[in-house]
């Protein structure tokens, strides 16, 4: 009996031990110099930030510190909220030749680096990302473990396997037939037809995919034919989106090739990724249907002067010659037109960590500094249905917090060099001379 009594004292103890440690807040006020609201374009000055554990307590000019409270002097710094990259692929970085990257590396080997690139991508101010695309379900072990706190990185969305016809920008292209790699059939993402395309997405849904990503035309970095056309038919691709919604799961088209934007906007895709070659007609089939242009127009300068070195084939590095310079103008059209921008620069194509490169490149084809900034903010949070809690530095939201020396408002590519970064209300980053 005694010693029942004994366990049971033991057990309260545990008890309210663990209930005291999960009362216990981490407090921290955050002194803003200057501070971008991305939801009005507007910038405020001597703002401070509230911050409870993970999330934005309250924002304002007049807000007492707390006792106990750490503060993070940034007085002298422009701070916004953490950016987001709506196209990534965080689990693959060309090697130094294109074909030990296909023949000599196994999955493991992209698993085991995939934690670096995610740490350098945080560590660029890159808080959150959209990964489009990655090979054997490591983009989900790769969220899973960020999620648990087990490695350093941006909060995922992930896509799991591109879902792409027999040929396509998703399939291996350009070796014998006799060239077989082995692995579980819906691993790689190939369907074709309205049935086995429906099983694909369920398939990709199954092991942890958070959004929908295909190959509505042909792609640059593969060797198949073309660049632009068609990959699915009509019939396919809405099916694809159609069973995606049943799921309750948003669809992003891989898509240059104008008849390709056209088809897939029509199937009522939420995003169209690269969107080489805009006409009229796409531009106003987009803005009728709000889809959103995620337009990868900085990696250009990356391939055309690394990828031979690289021993990417010239068919390859000719299609991005074909598409690069075009793709910047109907960015510019788009822009001009009114079509809804977010950010995605398609890292991974590019070392991670230089996804802030694209800032210049957006500024430079149409968008104002404000612009460009809340398509790495409050759009790129809308276009993921996370508005609720990324986007902005607002109460309720988490605290996801960067600055920069430099305000990029004057200067974009202030963004390219992000001394402090805060993800979830916990610092992961701080170059500032403001210590914690
Ligand atoms: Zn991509």
Request: charged share 20%.
């Amino acid at each position: 009996m005694q010693l029942l009594k004994r366990i049971f004292f033991l057990l309260c103890a545990i008890l309210l031990n663990g209930w005291a440690m999960a009362q216990t807040k981490t407090i921290t006020v955050i002194k803003a110099g200057k501070l971008v609201d991305t939801e009005t374009g507007k910038v405020l000055a001597n703002q401070r930030i509230l911050v409870v554990n993970d999330t934005i307590q309250s924002v304002g000019g007049d807000i007492a510190i707390p006792a106990g409270a750490a503060v993070i002097d940034l007085s002298g710094e422009t701070v916004l909220p953490g950016l987001i990259d709506c196209h990534t692929h965080l689990t693959a970085q060309p090697g130094d030749n294109y074909y030990d990257d296909i023949f000599r590396k196994t999955p493991i080997d992209y698993a085991i680096v995939a934690p670096i690139y995610a740490k350098r991508t945080l560590e660029a101010g890159f808080t959150t990302v959209r990964d489009v695309g990655a090979s054997s379900l490591i983009d989900v072990s790769l969220r899973n473990a960020i999620n648990r706190g087990d490695v350093p990185g941006p909060r995922m969305q992930v896509a799991t396997f591109f879902i792409g016809s027999t040929g396509s920008h998703g399939d291996l292209n350009g070796f014998s037939p006799y060239i077989e790699f082995e692995q579980p059939k819906g691993m790689s993402g190939v369907a074709n037809g309205v049935d086995e395309i429906r099983k694909q997405v369920r398939y990709n849904i199954k092991y942890g995919a958070d959004v929908i990503k295909f190959g509505a035309s042909a792609g640059v970095l593969t060797e198949e034919e073309s660049v632009g056309s068609p990959q699915y038919t009509q019939e396919e691709m809405n099916a694809l989106v159609d069973e995606a919604r049943l799921w309750g799961k948003k669809t992003c088209a891989h898509a240059h090739g104008t008849e390709a934007i056209k088809m897939a906007v029509n199937a009522g895709v939420v995003s169209i990724e690269h969107g080489s070659f805009l006409d009229d007609e796409a531009i106003s089939l987009m803005k009728q249907h709000g889809t959103y242009l995620v337009a990868d127009i900085y990696n250009d300068e990356y391939i055309l002067s690394e990828y031979k070195r690289l021993g990417y084939p010239d068919k390859i590095i000719n299609k991005e010659r074909l598409v690069g310079k075009t793709q910047r103008e109907s960015f510019r059209k788009a822009v001009q037109a009114g079509v809804k921008i977010a950010f995605g620069t398609d890292a991974g194509v590019y070392p991670h960590g230089y996804n802030g490169r694209q800032f210049k490149w957006m500024v430079q084809f149409g968008l104002t500094p404000m612009q460009a900034i809340q398509a790495a903010t409050i759009n790129a949070a809308t276009l993921l249905g996370w508005e609720h809690k990324v986007g902005s530095i607002k109460t309720g939201k988490l605290a996801d917090i960067i600055a920069v020396k430099e305000n990029p408002l004057d200067n974009v590519r202030a963004l390219e060099t992000v001394g402090f970064v805060m993800k979830d209300g916990k610092v992961y980053k701080n170059e500032t001379t403001a210590k914690p």
